[in-house]
């Protein structure tokens, strides 16, 4: 993918380079690399702020260095390997989650002993003697786009049985980050300049002992997840509905695959969606057909002489979720001219500087930035108004559809292209549409990486 996308720049301008760029972002799923987003990382940085008898005391910080990507309820939880036989003294601002085997102190005995522990944030309401900044919001982390000052999240830990000095500290290893599933890898511990700490009125400078970074990225492969999210269509210039694929996060009256669902209009609704193990955190989805928790909902609304109007719904499908901080990342040639938006903010993400095309756009706070459990509130919505540039602008072969759309950094499945509503009297169906072109060249880019 890194290659392609090199070699693509290197190539062409104009929009040779916008659809193989295109057909390349198509290519990489399976890679820890987001096009999207090629510099997101979740960094964590470890501040030894002073030494004690038999060991030191750090501050470890968590930041959040991705565009949106956030980290919802339950939480982060952080694992590490010691490199020697230290323990965990006592922690601020976050607990071990589990002790483990301190048999052998007497007197004073530590809060942890694991040789890999497991580390989670404290909750909301814990008493001030046990917080420091940055802590105790449940393991929630917000996206630094979104709201950067809640994209870190910090605890203090009193390490024993460690070296005392820079030279005899060994720095942990096997670093695993889960928020709150798989899909983080975090590379080794390095050993960087010591931070510099300048205190609230900027009139002096502390410095940490040692400080150590250790680096992790997400990959939607690692996750694993089945699709949670998907796209449907319409537009004022055709009737169709274009709804989302069948069976995209699962079948309905299918019990091989996790096929329950809930019907709305069941009488019950109240005690089944209660009744059903409130502490799960698997969804519980209303019955539909694609039974996706999430639904995003683009409708192509007006026509105007220079401007064109859409409106975008997200509905919520599940029961059992109120999505907090949702955001939304929408690609569409038409976002360099994106005159207004209603109702949502919004923030264009420009990862390759030429081509403005992707915008993130995220709910507003008390109106509109929690997006409902399933039922009669559980939709958000907005309405887009872009300028057209007479050059591109086309309603037809589906030019005025998003090219992808993200849903809290999950990649949402869109309809087939050749289902998408199209203008009456436009085109037949031998011509070569803009899809069709970008498939074969997609194939052939496939091909041309297959035997080069
Ligand atoms: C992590 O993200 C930050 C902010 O985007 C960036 O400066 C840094 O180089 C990234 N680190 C790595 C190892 O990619
Ligand atoms: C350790 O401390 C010494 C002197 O205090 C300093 O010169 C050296 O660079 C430090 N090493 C590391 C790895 O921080
Ligand atoms: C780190 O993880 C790797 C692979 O999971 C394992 O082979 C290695 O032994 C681990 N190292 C330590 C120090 O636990
Ligand atoms: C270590 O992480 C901190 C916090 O993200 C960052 O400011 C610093 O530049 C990083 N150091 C290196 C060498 O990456
Ligand atoms: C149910 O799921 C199985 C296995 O996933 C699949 O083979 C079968 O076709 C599905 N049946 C229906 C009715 O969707
Ligand atoms: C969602 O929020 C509403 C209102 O705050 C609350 O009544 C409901 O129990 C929440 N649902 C879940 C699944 O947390
Ligand atoms: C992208 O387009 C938007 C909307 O016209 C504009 O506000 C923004 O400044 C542009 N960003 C870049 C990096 O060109
Ligand atoms: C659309 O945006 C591009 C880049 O921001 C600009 O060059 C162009 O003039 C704009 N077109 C219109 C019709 O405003
Ligand atoms: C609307 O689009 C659909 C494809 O989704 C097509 O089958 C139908 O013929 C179109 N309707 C008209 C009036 O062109």
Known sequence: MDFCFRSVTKFATGTIVLVLLLSCVSFDSTDAYDPLDPNGNITIKWDVISWTPDGYVAVVTMFNFQQYRHIQAPGWSLGWTWAKKEVIWSMIGGQTTEQGDCSKYKGNIPHCCKKDPTVVDLLPGTPYNQQIANCCKGGVINSWAQDPSNSASSFQISVGAAGTTNKTVRVPKNFTLKAPGPGYTCGPAKIVKPTKFVSQDGRRVTQAMMTWNVTCTYSQFLAQKTPTCCVSLSSFYNDTIVSCPTCTCGCQNNNTQSGSCVDPNSPHLASVVSGSSKNSF???????????????????????????????????????????????????????????????????????????????????????????????????????????????????????????????????????????????????????????????????????????
């Open 282 to 452: 698997a969804p519980l989805v209303q019955c539909t057909s694609h039974m996706c928790p999430i639904r995003v909902h683009w409708h192509v609304k007006l026509n105007y002489k220079e401007y064109w109007r859409v409106k975008v719904t997200i509905t919520n499908f599940n029961y059992r979720m109120n999505y907090s901080q949702w955001n939304l990342v929408v690609q569409h040639p038409n976002f360099d001219n994106l005159t207004e938006i209603f109702s949502f903010y919004y923030k264009p993400l420009a990862p390759y500087q030429a081509i403005n095309d992707t915008a993130m756009l995220w709910g507003i706070k008390f109106y509109n930035d929690l997006l409902s459990q399933a039922g009669p509130l559980g939709n958000v919505q907005s309405e887009l108004l872009f300028q057209k540039d007479k050059s591109t602008f086309t309603f037809e072969k589906g030019w005025a559809f998003p090219r992808r759309i993200y849903f809290n950094g999950d990649n949402c499945v869109m309809p087939p292209p050749d289902a998408y509503p199209y203008l009456p009297n436009a085109g037949s169906r031998s011509d070569i549409s803009f899809l069709t072109l970008m498939i074969t060249l997609l194939s052939s880019l496939a091909f041309f990486f297959a035997y080069a």
